[in-house]
Nanobody, 123 residues
């Protein structure tokens, strides 16, 4: 049973940085696409980025392009989301998700989800 656990969220001032981790329970996840989404109160779940199984294919949402960077460490079965230049509008619960098939920016395409980690950016 694949489980995903996000960590690294917290409170940070505008302009600061955070690094989120997404630890998976099974090595098979190294062959899955790994997506990142976020959701603020009263808003739809927003696509942040997706990284392919080999780490070479990466796509980012327009709102985070140039500020956020994804990576993954197969030895640790863990994905990372480095967030720089944080803004108050980045405040949300951040989720990682995984899927064994080609996945993109639609949440419904992902089979497995973590429970989320809160990121709060103060002005």
């Amino acid at each position: 049973q694949v489980q995903l656990v996000e960590s690294g969220g917290g409170l940070v001032q505008a302009g600061g940085s955070l690094r989120l981790s997404c630890a998976a329970s099974e090595r098979i996840v190294n062959t899955y696409s790994l997506g990142w989404f976020r959701q603020a109160p009263g808003k739809e779940r927003e696509f942040v980025g997706v990284i392919g199984m080999n780490g070479n294919t990466k796509f980012y949402g327009d709102s985070v392009q140039g500020r956020f960077t994804m990576s993954r460490d197969n030895a640790k079965i863990t994905g990372f989301l480095q967030m720089n230049g944080l803004r108050p509008e980045d405040t949300a619960v951040y989720y990682c998700a995984a899927d064994p098939e080609g996945s993109w920016r639609v949440p419904e395409d992902y089979a497995y989800w973590g429970r989320g980690t809160q990121v709060t950016v103060s002005s």
